[in-house]
């Protein structure tokens, strides 16, 4: 117990990047010690512990800076300490020139906890640190306690793969637990040195560590006269077709409103947006599968082109505007509406370097309507629509 406290206050200790002087007043410590720290503070207990015993000071005296927040050198360097202190060894930077934390990113490198620079006088990201922190300690020190469902996570959609492993490794292990009823990483916020604290803790004491299980969210399937709906949002993908007979005519009347107004918000900022193919009957999606097959072969078709019934312009709610160009991307008209689609109810449906998801290639110039609210919610999450819903699309043969 003595030297798990020793850890943490040594820990603690450690977050203070400036010259940290050990705080034996000749008054004794005070109840309070910082101004700027209330008991009704839920990490209150971490800090007055700290202080209490001597090891911690704040940024200045009489202050804790708890909202202050943790930048990359901080990180790094605490990382540094979790893991001498977990191996026993101790570590004295060599301090003669560059910034202070230079010896730290170096010990981290050499250890194989840092594989990357990050911007170091910045605040870190919470998706940031937990990189760090995730391999600041060998696996068998974080090993999972918690069963937490493969994409369970609700707000990871467009980190990396390596960067939603450290998460799940820190959710698993019970050192974070995100914030909210859903667990939310907020993978883009930064964090305070009062969260900090109790995250040391969670890091070099198992015994502090948070249960907790997460399941993969609930998606409803439903499917009506052979088209199927998730969560009451109409899909076409490579996994769920359309009848053939499934045949709208045309945009449905509340996407071609929106539609209207997308060109007519473009328009008001001196842009032109204009749709170029809409609605596609399975019919005329078969012969235009068919021509695409048989200049390309099947397996590169099907990475541009959907099979007969397959097709989301079969659905009437998507819509190729402009060009069917990559470089449309990057034209005006391009990045208008990626950044403002979503307002008129509309997404861009199949992001880059999302083919293995949403089953095709990057395409900037489709959008699939949703209505505003959904649409927004779907940009926001940085997820393709095949991740927001859960769901695949992959031909069945
Ligand atoms: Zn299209």
Redesign the pocket.
């Known amino acids: 117990m003595k030297r798990c406290l020793s850890i943490l206050l040594t820990l603690l200790l450690a977050l203070s990047s400036a010259s940290v002087v050990l705080a034996d007043g000749p008054d004794g410590p005070p109840d309070t010690p910082f101004r700027d720290i209330h008991s009704s503070d839920w990490f209150y207990a971490d800090v007055v512990t700290a202080f209490n015993a001597g090891l911690i000071n704040g940024k200045a005296p009489g202050e804790f800076a708890p909202n202050d927040l943790l930048t990359y050198a901080e990180a790094a360097k605490l990382a540094a300490c979790m893991r001498q202190l977990h191996d026993g060894v101790s570590f004295t930077p060599q301090n003669d020139v560059g910034m202070w934390y230079e010896p730290y990113v170096t010990y981290c490198k050499a250890a194989g906890i840092l594989w990357a620079d990050y911007p170091w006088n910045q605040p870190a990201t919470r998706a940031g640190y937990m990189e760090i922190f995730a391999s600041a300690l060998p696996d068998t020190a974080l090993a999972p306690i918690n069963e937490i469902a493969d994409g369970a996570i609700p707000d990871l959609g467009a980190l990396s793969e390596w960067t939603k492993n450290a998460v799940y490794k820190l959710y698993r292990a019970g050192i974070v637990q995100g914030t909210g009823d859903d667990h939310a990483c907020q993978p883009y916020d930064s964090i305070r040195r009062c969260e900090v604290a109790a995250i040391l803790t969670r890091m070099m004491d198992p015994a502090k560590r948070i249960s907790f299980t997460m399941t993969a969210p609930e998606h409803r399937i439903e499917t009506i006269s052979g088209v199927t709906y998730v969560d009451g949002i109409l899909i076409a993908n490579k996994t769920y077709s359309l009848p053939a007979d499934y045949a709208p005519g045309g945009l449905t009347t509340e996407c071609q409103t929106a539609l209207d107004a997308l060109m007519a918000g473009a328009a008001r900022d001196g842009l032109s947006i204009y749709p170029i193919?809409t609605y596609r009957s399975y019919e005329y999606q078969a012969g235009l599968y068919e021509r695409y097959a048989a200049r390309d072969g099947y397996a590169e078709a099907d990475r541009y082109s959907a099979r007969p019934g397959h097709?989301?312009?079969q659905t009437g709610l998507?819509?190729?505007v402009n060009s069917l160009d990559y470089d449309f991307a990057y034209t005006p008209e391009g990045i208008w509406l990626a950044a403002h689609c979503a307002e008129y109810g509309f997404i861009l449906?199949?992001p880059e370097g999302k083919e293995s998801v949403t089953g095709y290639r990057y395409?900037p110039?489709?959008i699939r309507y949703l209505g505003r609210e959904i649409a927004e919610e779907v940009t926001a999450s940085g997820l393709t629509l095949e991740e927001y819903l859960g769901i695949t699309s992959v031909y069945a043969d």
């Open positions: 193919s097709s989301e312009h998507a819509i190729d449906r199949y395409e110039w489709h």
